[in-house]
């Protein structure tokens, strides 16, 4: 079962299923999901993670095994406008979740975590070890969220695993793209589409450009490490509790732009703006563990990343 299977994320963690031949059912709310993003005939419910008894009759009704749990509130800005929002969405559905899946005997969960769980580490490459100083109540949910997994696993036996990752881009198929209002992408491609500038948020950074440096990950192949990490708990194998998906080195937000005009063949120079605040210089992640355990490489170049998802917002504007 896919919590929140219907999203950007999630749709594409479905379609990797499918690949491998695993059948999904997906619980989507569609509050930010797109019934169009499902491959045709996947299964689903359409309900909230919120109703505990519809969740215990969708494991018992597809006899599902494990879940992959992505559905949450994921905009950290809004987070802190929205807290308690927040933590009805990504704790107290997640509790409900692991209460359904101990009523029904299922005792395998991936759990989509997020980077946030971090703050603004002070070290040049993140580790799953680095001390965990969320800043928004988005993140403080995040990491709430692993609290719980690990809790239920000292109680019940839980097999479980965490992925921690930040900023995910690009298109596996052009049926699916990010449709968020405050990712970086769809912000440089709406502005193109609508012929105004991309804006960059300050220039000054003790960067290599200047310009603010993060890991940027294909979607596939986060797809891919969910799926890695779901086989391998149905096959009874030991997991760490969380791994990083991270890229090692990151790209900065001037690569990006300049990676845009290239692909897009629009050129342009961003706009620059003040620096935005909290926005850290750098935060890059390291990948090993989940090199080691899940598979998990960058199997796609930048421009790979902005060529498939400029393809994908492009095929959605057609329609």
């Known amino acids: 079962m896919v919590t ?12 990797a299923f499918a690949e491998q031949g695993i059948d999904a059912v997906v619980v989507d709310d569609f509050s930010s999901g797109r019934h169009a993003f499902l491959p045709p005939a996947t299964p689903f419910v359409q309900g909230t993670i919120l109703d505990g008894a519809q969740l215990e009759a969708t494991i018992k009704r597809f006899d599902v095994q494990g879940v992959v749990h992505l559905a949450g509130f994921k905009y950290a800005g809004v987070s802190v406008s ?7 969405q990504n704790v107290t559905g997640t509790a409900t979740l692991l209460a359904a899946m101990e009523a029904t005997g299922v005792e395998r969960i991936v759990f989509s ?3 946030a769980v971090y703050g603004t580490p002070d070290v040049d490459l993140v580790m799953e070890d680095t001390e965990r100083h969320p800043e928004s109540p988005y993140g403080e949910s995040k990491l709430i969220g692993e609290w719980l997994l690990a809790d239920q696993a000292r109680a019940t036996g ?6 921690r990752y930040f900023n995910v881009v690009g298109s596996g198929t052009t049926e699916v793209y990010d449709v968020s209002p405050h990712n970086l992408f769809p912000l440089i491609f709406d502005a193109l589409l609508e012929g105004r500038t991309p804006r960059i948020n300050g220039d000054d950074y003790p960067t290599p450009d200047g310009t603010c440096v993060r890991d940027y990950l294909h979607v596939a192949d986060l797809a891919a490490a969910h799926v890695v990490a779901a086989r391998r708990l149905d096959a009874g194998d030991a997991l ?7 890229s090692g ?3 900065s937000v001037g690569e990006i732009m300049r990676t845009v005009a290239a ?4 050129e342009f120079t961003p706009e620059v703006g003040p620096r935005r605040p909290g926005d850290p210089a750098r935060i890059v992640a390291s990948g090993e563990l989940a090199s080691r355990d899940l598979d998990w490489r960058m199997r796609h170049t930048l421009a790979d990343m902005v060529d498939s998802a400029w393809e994908a917002r492009r095929a959605a504007s057609a329609d």
């Open 4 to 15: 929140g299977g219907a999203g950007y994320i999630g749709a594409h963690v479905v379609r």
């Open 263 to 266: 692909v897009t063949g629009i």
């Open 82 to 88: 929205r807290p308690l929002h927040t933590y009805q």
């Open 249 to 251: 080195d990151g790209v």
């Open 240 to 246: 760490e509790p969380v791994y990083n998906l991270g």
């Open 158 to 163: 839980l097999a479980h695993t965490s992925l």
């Open 113 to 115: 975590s997020s980077a």
